[in-house]
């Protein structure tokens, strides 16, 4: 069992970026392909980032591509999220979870979900 904690969450101007963290307890936690989701206002929550479990593959949401980048280290057992050129929509609560990979895209791989950390971004 995998139990996640966000952080790094803030208000941020449009433009501006921002670093996520997600700690992970559970020895498994290397053993996971790690994603990060986000929920919007009155929005379903979405795959947004994912990473292998080793980093050597990654995978983004179509709407983050080239702003945004995902990387692990696997001995502290957290999962980060750089987030640059931040947009106005980009403005959700983000979360992390493992993943399985389908098509490209990020789905998640365990019911029970930390309390997320809110980003949002000042137009």
């Known amino acids: 069992q995998v139990q996640l904690v966000e952080s790094g969450g803030g208000l941020v101007q449009a433009g501006g970026s921002l670093r996520l963290s997600c700690a992970a307890s559970?020895?498994?936690?290397?053993?996971?392909?790690m994603g990060w989701f986000r929920q919007a206002p009155g929005k379903e929550r979405e795959f947004v980032a994912a990473?292998?479990?080793?980093?050597?593959?990654?995978y983004f949401a179509d709407s983050v591509k080239g702003r945004f980048t995902i990387s692990r280290d696997n001995a502290k057992n957290t999962v980060y999220l750089q987030m640059r050129s931040l947009k106005h929509e980009d403005t959700a609560v983000y979360y992390c979870?493992?993943?399985?990979?389908?098509?490209?895209?990020?789905?998640?791989?365990?019911?029970?979900w930390g309390q997320g950390t809110q980003v949002t971004v000042s137009s």
């Open positions: 979870n493992a993943a399985s990979i389908i098509a490209g895209t990020g789905i998640p791989a365990l019911h029970s």
């Open positions: 559970g020895r498994t936690f290397s053993s996971y392909t």
């Open positions: 990473i292998s479990w080793s980093a050597g593959s990654t």
